[in-house]
């Protein structure tokens, strides 16, 4: 069975989703940052545009799925990062990121920072270095509109689950990904992922990772939850 969308504390990705499997990539958010602009045809813009268009044929994407990279130099200096799913091959994170990339500076257009999330992967670009640091400041949350058929139980064992997921995942080597399901008599099941990008210390994937796991068994304990994502 596929795992669900994914869900990302990436820490500033924190992607981290409990939902049903699915095979689609739905776009979950889009974040303009209101930090500062840039001009078209000035060298940040020419930067960021170089610095986006080397992404989907990274190299680094075959090892761990993920992307960090910077062009030019200060004032003008853009840093970008790029993230998928740990259970996706090597073709769809690039196709993935691809969409991403062509897609970002339409829905924010000459913005110095901003990100855009799909259930599989996720793509930040910023003029400052945001590799390697946590910033829980944005948290987005998605659910499906199905009841749990016995809540109290249902959100102890995500809990369980989810705690469980976090360790592993924070633990990680060169992806910080976990994923796994827990079943309740037979009757129904929950599946869960957990990732945060791997250039976090494991420390700080831990702490993102709580963040979201809190944010999740507190935002609406009668649902069945499908996703946090702290950015």
């Not at 829980?136 to 809990?159: E, H, I, K, R």
């Not at 304990?221 to 702290?230: C, I, L, Q």
Request: with cysteine; net charge neutral.
């Amino acid at each position: 069975m596929d795992f669900p969308r994914l869900s990302i504390c990436f820490l500033f990705i924190l992607n981290f989703l409990v939902s049903l499997a699915t095979s689609q990539s739905e776009l979950r958010f889009n974040r303009c940052s209101t930090s500062g602009n840039y001009t078209t045809n000035s060298t940040y813009a020419r930067n960021l545009n170089a610095l986006l268009s080397s992404i989907p044929a990274s190299s680094d994407l075959n090892s761990d799925g993920f992307f960090n990279s910077s062009v030019g130099q200060n004032p003008n200096q853009v840093y970008a990062i790029g993230l998928c799913a740990g259970y996706l091959a090597v073709a769809s994170c690039r196709s993935c990121l691809n969409v991403s990339v062509q897609a970002i500076t339409q829905e924010c257009p000459n913005q110095k920072e901003a990100s855009r999330g799909y259930d599989n992967c996720m793509l930040r670009f910023s003029n400052r270095n945001i590799l390697g640091s946590m910033d829980d400041s944005f948290v987005y949350v998605a659910w499906n509109v199905g009841n749990a058929t016995n809540p109290a139980q249902f959100d102890d064992m995500l809990g369980d689950l989810l705690l469980d997921l976090r360790d592993r995942a924070a633990a990680g080597g060169v992806r910080k990904y976990a994923k796994g399901d827990i079943s309740y008599r037979g009757h129904w099941a929950i599946y869960a992922m957990e990732q945060c990008t791997p250039d976090i210390s494991k420390l700080d994937c831990g702490k993102c990772l709580n963040v979201a796991t809190n944010f999740m068994l507190g935002y609406a304990s009668y649902k069945f939850k499908v996703g946090v994502e702290v950015r």
